[in-house]
């Protein structure tokens, strides 16, 4: 006769995905290597900090042509650069206000800005993704974007020889698996750091601000500043702005953790490259700044959540209104958005 | 049922987990006596059932197939398509209270498997006794947040969920004639979830009996462990498959949870 003792340890993790936040050096990159990562700077430590996912010149190339290659997507007709190009800071482009996937499917949100990601917490406009290197993971899943499986995938690029060259030439041999595959493409996205705006210039000292773009900043400070904070011109929180409730009712980060207190919340977006990156909000309400400005004086609306800051009324007068799209327009980075490095590739 | 005596204690802890390596371990090495020789493998070796039954996984796709079927506390019927769950941060405790720590110890047990059985070795255990295991049924908080992992962890295991990024630790699939119509009357268990307050990780630990596992030059020794997926559906909550045939987000494992974690015992070592 046996006797069994289970004991069973119920084991509560308070949990999070808070990072190691060791200080990266920083590079002074143009003159080094291109292709180290970027730290600007001043900006907090990245988040993402490539600790196990060392940057080469060729891990990153392979990441750059997987972001470009239809084969991903079930019918191989469209690659993550159709939804993010490179012209429009990596977003969809103004023609469309949510994306479309494969056989032409819509989305029900708008394809976001892509750069300076090594600084956000959580991807997606819920926060859905916990690490970079898991984000491909989401548009391949999904049957309204790429609706490819991770193997297929794996096995499309397996068996076509300008693949094997490339993880040839990445890993030293031609396997093909989901680690190496997750990981370059991670070291394309990591390496999309937006900081060459006239607002980092006059922050470095080679620039001014103009009377316009100053007064605008202060009009920033006061309005805005609360959510998108600088240097990032954003803090990567979920929150309620106030949008009024789309039509596909969609609730946000609520969709990710159930919890009633997260319903109607969103990323807030960086304000930078806002001249590229029309249409505006998660499912690209707004087609120019003026609708978005209209709407934060005016259109706010009380929805469950909504945070106490938009709670209260904000006045921006004809004047501040001009000067502060004069400051937004500083935090443009043509550079970036014509970057060799980053071109569409085949 | 044979004469065995289940005594489950419940012991909950709250502790601080994050994405963060813990670097406090209990692992301390055992005294050394023999400088060459002085670890061998041990087995572990865990048979899917349905109480007395072997656990059988059944190829069709509908439940009216002339499956292996089996009957849950509320008895219902019910056949089984996919058994797969993840046995992680394996210990092995000694007498004197220290520990074995298998390194990155990530398992992936398919009842589905015929190549090998949910059968795995832990290399260089330290010649001992020992008196109970622990383990973790799933993946720790770290690893759930810590971008493209591979082997047992690899994403194209199909147990990564991309709509909130995290492991499955479960996935029990399967058919039930008193699951919806309207659902092909199928079974959908899919648990997860490692952050608070929907937090699913849970450590499971089985003692053995005297004489212990013993680990010892002469013999590699085998810990024969039972996976009974009736347990998943009884105790403390019984199961009626026509309220509840699928979970698939953390939020809404709590009864299943509650559930599994008595679905392992030991039945034999053989030292």
Redesign the interface.
Known sequence: ????????????????????TEIISNTTTATINEYAPVNPPGWPAPVYNFS??DVTYDKFMLGRHLFYEPMLSEDTTIACGNCHQQYFAFTNGPDHNVSHGVHDLLGKRNSPALFNLNWHTLYMWDG???????QV??P???PLELNLS??NA?NRLSKSTKYKNLFKKAFGDTVV???R???AI?QFMGLLVSYNSKYDKVKRGEDNFSASEKNGYDVYKIQCQYCHVEPLFSDYSFKNKGLPINLYQDSGRYR????PSDQFKFKVPSLRNLAFTVPYMHDGRFVTLDNVLTFFTTGVANTPNLDPFMAIPHTVSVQQKSDLLAFLNTLNDYKFVTDPRFKEIH | MMNKLFILLGIIFLSFASCHKDPKTNEVASPVTDPLVTTNEVILNFTNVADTAVLQIAKDTIYTAPTPKYINANGDTFSVTKFKYYVSNIKLKRLDGTYYTEPESYHLLNAGDTINYCRFSLKKVPYDYYVSIEFILGVDSFRNCDGAQSGALDPSEDMFWSWSSGYIFMKFEGYSPRSYPSNSHNLTFHVGGYLTPDNNIRTITLPFNAPYLNVRKENVATVYLKTNVLEIFRNPSIIDFFALNGITNPKSAKTIVANYVDMFSISAIKN
């Open positions: 006769m046996k006797y069994f003792i289970a004991i069973i340890s119920v084991v509560f993790f308070l949990s999070s995905c808070s990072k190691d196990n996912n859905a993704v916990n690490n970079l290197e898991v993971l989401a391949l899943a999904n991770l193997s794996l698996d989901s680690q595959f997750l990981k991670a990710v953790t159930g919890n």
